[in-house]
């Protein structure tokens, strides 16, 4: 944050703590950000993880904080995005998307082993992309808009919890590795680039609308899995 402050030179640079594994941890992020800031205006749903195994809640890792616990978060402050409008939602996906499918029977159970978490990974990702497709339908008329991103192949720790076998694999494509800086770009484009706002809910790559595989177009996909999504929230009555 230190660091942050002093590239930037704004002062006003905060840092607040959201465990992504923990609904709980979202419920009182969301508490606490509500109760001290007064606005807004962008939210960019940014974290992603790629491991196997239960969340502290029993849902499959991937599945809660690539895609539930941010459907959470948006939620929760869904009304303070409105509020302080025009304002954008942006969700972090991945072209690995086309490799997914919505199993509305096992998506959300926890997974052993690397290859199995590939899947739930890719799943997860084609979760992102509803997610943004049905909230762009949702908020039409409120002046928020929602953007779908694949950031590319960016160096981040994501690799930090794979077997050596699954690492060295991957070692060719350091080739095309991209630093954080570039892999911000499209996420920042979405976020701040006037004259967008017509393509709410679109999928972007490199600063571009793209269109994504077609169970990512699925408009009834994209309702069921919001309605699933709210239930295992328990955000229906």
Known sequence: MYDIRQESGNS????????????????????TFLESEPRLDILINNAGILKDGPTADGFDQAFQVNHLAHFLLTHLLLDRLKRCAPSRIVILTSN??????????????????????LHTYASSKLANILHARELANRLEGTNVSCYAVHPGFVRTEINRSFPWWVFWSF????????NSEAGAQTSIYCATEEGIEGLTGWYFVDCRPKVPSAPACDDQLAKKLWEFSERLLGLTT
């Not at 006003?12 to 508490?31: K, T």
């Not at 690995?96 to 978490?117: L, Y």
């Not at 070692?171 to 991209?178: A, G, I, P, Q, T």
């Open 12 to 31: 006003e640079v905060i840092l607040m703590i959201l465990d992504l594994g923990s609904l709980d941890s979202v419920r009182a992020f969301a508490q």
């Open 171 to 178: 070692l060719f494509m350091k080739l095309f590795v991209r």
């Open 96 to 117: 690995a998307h086309s490799f997914g499918e919505i199993d509305f029977r096992t998506i959300h159970k926890p997974v052993e082993g690397m290859q199995k978490a």
